[in-house]
């Protein structure tokens, strides 16, 4: 199965930004969704963000309207996840996922998944 590969996690502090990639060669990247989920230690794993293949939808978990913006470079086969004003609270692995659906916010549709960045924001 295609590989799905994220990079960009890394220690910023609160209000700081940083910008997630997602790549997955070998893949027809416009056929897919794309999906953001995160997973702080101790809780479950839980929707960020979505784009639709086309990049015309996207959808955001409320926690992060306004600070988060996702998109995607289909010509690329990229997709990237803009984090602007960081709280301590978003600190968690992030996982990149493809879904085979138009538009997906559940985890149970996507079925391609990466092995997560890690996001550790300080106070």
């Known amino acids: 199965q295609a590989q799905v590969v994220e990079s960009g996690g890394g220690l910023v502090q609160a209000g700081g930004s940083l910008t997630l990639s997602c790549a997955a060669p070998?893949?027809?990247?416009?056929?897919?969704?794309v999906g953001w989920f995160r997973q702080a230690p101790e809780k479950e794993r839980e929707f960020v963000a979505a784009i639709s293949a086309s990049g015309s939808r996207t959808d955001y978990v409320d926690s992060v309207k306004g600070r988060f913006t996702i998109s995607r470079d289909n010509a690329k086969n990229t997709a990237h996840l803009q984090m602007n004003s960081l709280k301590p609270e978003d600190t968690a692995v992030y996982f990149c996922?493809?879904?085979?659906?138009?538009?997906?916010?559940?985890?149970?549709?996507?079925?391609?998944w990466g092995r997560g960045t890690q996001v550790t924001v300080t106070s």
């Open positions: 996922a493809l879904s085979p659906f138009a538009q997906a916010t559940v985890a149970l549709r996507y079925d391609r």
């Open positions: 070998g893949l027809i990247f416009s056929n897919y969704a």
